[in-house]
């Protein structure tokens, strides 16, 4: 089983800054990706950026060039630096990772999820 925890979500100005961390705990042996999702009210959750055990990272569209996924797999953690954040960006941030065991097969776990707001 894997635990997640998300910590940085807060208030930003458009344009400003924030970055989010994500630390995993359990069996964090069998993690083969990490990722970072969201979801504004009344819309679905949607994924931001993954980063996978190789160091290989994807990202959404809507914020290429702008959030930059890293993680630091001796601490278990990934973080997600988000810059000229946009009123759009509004939403609760969600950890994902994803696990993989020849008994268990894949499994996904979830953070409890951190609120970011843009607005000025």
């Known amino acids: 089983q894997v635990q997640l925890v998300e910590t940085g979500g807060g208030l930003v100005q458009p344009g400003g800054s924030l970055r989010l961390s994500c630390a995993a705990s359990?069996?964090?042996?069998?993690?083969?990706?990490m990722g970072w999702y969201r979801q504004a009210p009344g819309k679905q959750r949607e994924l931001v950026a993954i980063?996978?055990?190789?160091?290989?990272?994807n990202y959404a569209d809507s914020v290429k060039g702008r959030f930059t996924i890293s993680g630091d797999n001796a601490k278990n953690t990934v973080d997600l630096q988000m810059n000229s954040l946009k009123p759009e960006d509004t939403a609760v941030y969600y950890c994902?990772?994803?696990?993989?065991?020849?008994?268990?097969?894949?499994?996904?776990?979830w953070g409890q999820g951190t609120q970011v707001t843009v607005s000025s």
């Open positions: 359990g069996s964090i042996f069998s993690i083969i990706a």
């Open positions: 994902n990772g994803e696990t993989s065991g020849v008994s268990s097969g894949r499994n996904y776990y």
């Open positions: 980063f996978s055990d190789n160091g290989s990272t």
